[in-house]
């Protein structure tokens, strides 16, 4: 509070502090390098692959995604999901898996240093939080993104600072049939994952690199410099 400058990666992170966007309180969305991007895969398998990156904590709502998955299982789609990270909520989410009977369709990956590689091989890419807990400016979602991958995610926090609801994703509450919903609309739409992934691609790629999020430093402090000088 004793600050003359805040800077945050997005609004909602100020807003979690009470303030706002004014000429002492900014925001600097986080950049991405563009050269971590790859090649789309040509897939045979007709199995739809879900793929969620992430910390196994209490900030993150994957037993939204297990239950949503419960869903669409049940419904008959050919898909399974694969959980990237590691933390404390790992055993009972392992355990809620096989309460659910979902324990032949989840794969829990645990922590992985190629992430990249590992996104590319989503079909469809899921984020979820807890409104209670909020959401910053995910670097997770972004990683989607650059890889071209659709994306279905909660509403909460500043990932609609990030995500374009309908374009390059289905932002949704946490209820878990709508969440699902969202799923089967890209599980049965191979054009419609294509059209959104690349949007989210080109919108990175206009909004959300590294070189313009040192841009933007490189601006702010040299306004300070300049105001201080005169």
């Known amino acids: 509070k004793n600050s003359k400058y805040v800077i945050s990666n997005s609004l909602a992170g100020l807003k979690s502090y009470n303030l706002v966007k004014s000429n002492h309180n900014l925001v600097i969305h986080n950049g991405i390098n563009m050269s971590r991007a790859l090649e789309s895969l040509e897939k045979e398998n007709k199995c739809i692959e879900l793929g969620v990156v992430g910390n196994l904590t209490e900030t993150r709502n994957h037993i939204l995604i297990l239950k949503s998955l419960l869903h669409l299982i049940r419904k008959k789609y050919n898909t399974k999901l694969t959980i990237v990270g590691d933390g404390p909520n790992k055993s009972s989410l392992i355990l809620l898996a096989k309460k659910l009977n979902l324990s032949e369709h989840i794969t829990f990956l645990g922590h992985a240093k190629n992430v990249d590689m590992i996104i590319q091989k989503f079909d469809i890419c899921l984020h979820a939080s807890y409104f209670a807990t909020g959401e910053g400016?995910?670097?997770t979602i972004m990683e989607y993104m650059l890889q071209s991958k659709p994306v279905v995610s909660t509403h909460f926090g500043g990932t609609k600072e990030l995500l374009t609801?309908?374009?390059?994703?289905?932002?949704?509450?946490?209820?878990?049939?709508e969440y699902s919903k969202a799923i089967e609309k890209l599980i049965v739409n191979r054009d419609l994952r294509r059209k959104m992934g690349k949007f989210n691609f080109e919108y990175i790629k206009s909004n959300l690199t590294i070189e313009k999020m040192v841009l933007k430093y490189d601006s702010f402090f040299n306004s300070v410099l300049s105001t201080n000088n005169d």
């Open 165 to 177: 609801n309908e374009e390059g994703a289905f932002l949704v509450s946490d209820e878990e049939k």
């Open 137 to 139: 400016f995910s670097n």
